[in-house]
């Protein structure tokens, strides 16, 4: 192998550049996933661990520093965000205060192939900070570097090839990575796993997942991403996972999510201690919180078992910010086109360096093309339509510094439990009742469906059977309540006389189970209820150790209750206009009859909905 001429009587370093590319016969969808998680790629390739910090940037946003040791030198970099486009490439570049180099910039191209396939084309210029350093950094680059991604490349292409590549077989591990699993600790959490209720065969896979899973798979277990990989019903493994971690195997965390980069901040492994508020460092972002926005229940291995540390090697890859399709740095007086392929749905452009954002719908008829500018004259949020499929983007940045410029998609990322999820399962409260908040501490929840019950003429049922009898009548009508309510994925919140609170995250789930209320209860031919529901924000709080909601949510569910007649439920027009509501009263074969009303403490007039029982043949 020749090499380059080195120093030749020069005292400063040259631009140095070089290449090399593989050819994947997996697609540019398939691939971009794996290519594009530059942590786990260079954990996999023995690249030293990072120990990253963030400063304020007082231009917006903040500032990136990373470090770590190498050849018994430290280096010290200013790393700047990545800047990708979606599936097609992306590149990062690091400005270096002290070490070897002085600058890095590396850039990956995904170029598709007639064949189906594609070809990852990766790109490196580096300059070192002295001439003496040429010969390392040429030979790092040039031998090491180059071999390490090419052998990851290598196993990627293989474990593509499984049916169903998870990051043990895609990424390689490192030597330690996995603790041992003695036979007789293995039949120690299988029997505790099974006296909490954990089936046989799911035991076994939560084994594997916490003894036989990579550091960085352990770090934010996702029970919903879980049930997509075994093809089993989310909320029951959410209900399996409950259950294990009640038995040692796992324990639970709170994350508290940015808004921005959508990662975990902050994580708690008790509700007591949760903030007011929590910041974003690498955003330079503070938050308020929001079960279901800003809070994700996630699982780990419990300490007892496996001690995983939280290690860094990258930080600003596209796969730490999966929402963002699309991340460039724009340069001051600068303009980007791309083109983005969109799908069906909400998106948003937004730059840390303004206040304006753009919420974008993708629909048939829109735009083919969108031009943003990126300005600080007159903040607002822009309003536009798209087309779905190909657009056009450009951008223009009007401002005398770097700006960044993000498309992301609005929701929430895939697989993801929020906080509200989990609050509105009854199970998680009967395993769990210490888990609340702190007394007098409020917590908004942007959505949720609030229900109740109550019985009709209760006090004349007491006079008409006796206490006794009618005590008995009660209590079978909370089993039936009660049944009903965790089927349908709710929380008994709290008993009021004779009557119930339940809350549920989705408006069909709770009239789902006021469905089989009404008709389970008629069936007893006991008692006649009454049930009204609705949904919006409302805050939880700890009253009396016990998780409660409160706002104007519930207090507008309650109020509407006392215009419902025996045996109907009561729904709002909020609740009328869910789509998923509309469904399930079509599947049932029911009809809503409006009705407006004056509700006692709100002004003007609410639409109310009337759904009446089927009558007995």
Known sequence: MRLPPFG??????VVRSLSWSWRFTHPVSTVWDWVTDTDRLNRSIALPAVRFRTEPDPEGGARQFGEFQVWGLKLRWREHPYHWVFRQSFEVERAYLSGPLKYLKISWRLLPLPDGGCEVVQSSTYQTSSWIFEPIAWLQMRIETRRGFLKAYRRMESALALPKPQPSSVYAPLKGDLPELTPRLRKQLIERMRQSGVS????????????????????????????????????????????????????????????????????????AKMPDAAHCEQCNLRFGLDFDQSIEVSFLPHPSLRTVAWVEYCVGGPANTRHRLTQLRVPPGGKIGFDQELSEGTYRIRSPQIESTWLIEAREGGAPE??????????????????????????????????????????????????AMLLSTQEFHELFPAQVLRAGQEIQVSSMTLLFTDIKDSAALYQRVGDAKAFEIVTRHFEILTAAVKKYRGFVVKTIGDSIMASFYSPEDALLAALEMQTEVLASNTVSIKVAAHCGPCFVVNRNDRLDYFGTTVNLAARALGFCESDEILITGKMIDDPLVKDVLSQVGRSAIQTVRELKGFEGEFELYRIQPIPKS
Request: one cysteine or more; a negative charge.
């Open 8 to 13: 030749a009587g020069r005292t400063i370093s």
């Open 200 to 271: 046989p065969e799911i035991a076994e896979r939560f084994l594997e997942v916490a003894f036989g899973s990579q550091p960085p798979d352990t770090l934010r277990i996702r029970p919903f991403a879980y049930a997509r990989l075994w093809e089993v019903d989310p909320l029951e493994l959410l209900s399996q996972f409950l259950r294990a971690a009640k038995a040692g195997v796992f324990e639970m965390s709170w994350d508290l999510i940015c808004p921005s980069c959508k990662g975990a901040r902050t994580r708690l492994s008790d509700l």
């Open 370 to 419: 969108l031009k943003v500018a990126l300005s600080r004259r007159d903040p607002q949020e822009h309003q536009e339509t798209v087309q779905i499929g190909k657009v056009a983007f450009g951008v223009t940045n009007t401002l005398k510094h770097e700006a960044l410029f993000i498309l992301e998609e609005a929701g929430w990322l895939e697989d993801v439990c929020t906080g």
